[in-house]
Every structure is written in C-alpha cells, then in structure tokens.
C-alpha cells in the first residue's frame, strides 16, 4: 500500500505564488515517475508536469515558464512551484506516483487533491 499526501494548496491573488508538496508513504521500494495534474470545475483530469527519478520533467504548455516541478529523491516528495498564477490556474491539483512497492509489484496511486483558487 502506498499513500499521497498533498499540501499547499490555498487562496492567492492573481500574479501571486504557491508551492504544492506531496509527499509518498508506505511499501516502496522505487518511485519512477511523479507528476502533478488538475481538473477544474466541469473539465476532466490534465497534465500540469511530471518528472522521473531522473530529473527529466516534462509540462503542459499552458504552465511553461511559470510552473516548475521538482523532488527530492531520498524522500519520496515532490514538489510544484507556481509563479504568476492565473485565474484561469483554479483547480484541485492531484499529485500521481509510479513506481514499485517492496512486494515488485507495479503501483500507480493519487493524492486526494489539493484545492488552488486563484482569484482576481
């Protein structure tokens, strides 16, 4: 069993900044990929960014230059700066991991959503 805990999510003002976390718990043995996606109000579920162990990252194109996704390895976490928000940037952002549990079994779970609402 592996668990996704989010953080940082909130209230910001348009222009403004926010740093999400999530952070993996449980039966791992590796983490592959991590990303972070968002589904506003009557939309489905999108790509924000995701990255491997590697460090190579990859976004949507509506959050280049103003996002960027980052984690730390030795603890299971990553990470979402988001400058120059938008209103258009309101949404539960979900962060997804990938990877193997300690059983070498494949896993693929979510968070339960962090709440950013940017208003103008």
């Known amino acids: 069993q592996v668990q996704l805990v989010e953080s940082g999510g909130g209230l910001v003002q348009a222009r403004g900044s926010l740093r999400l976390s999530c952070v993996a718990s449980?039966?791992?043995?590796?983490?592959?990929?991590m990303g972070w996606y968002r589904q506003a109000p009557g939309e489905q579920r999108g790509l924000v960014a995701t990255?491997?162990?590697?460090?190579?990252?990859n976004y949507a194109e509506f959050v280049k230059g103003r996002f960027t996704i980052s984690r730390d390895n030795a603890k299971n976490t990553v990470f979402l700066q988001m400058n120059s928000l938008k209103p258009e940037d309101t949404a539960v952002y979900s962060c997804?991991?990938?990877?193997?549990?300690?059983?070498?079994?494949?896993?693929?779970?979510w968070g339960q959503g962090t709440q950013v609402t940017v208003s103008s």
């Open positions: 997804n991991a990938q990877g193997y549990t300690t059983y070498f079994t494949e896993f693929n779970y």
């Open positions: 990255i491997t162990s590697d460090g190579i990252t």
């Open positions: 449980g039966s791992i043995r590796s983490i592959n990929a």
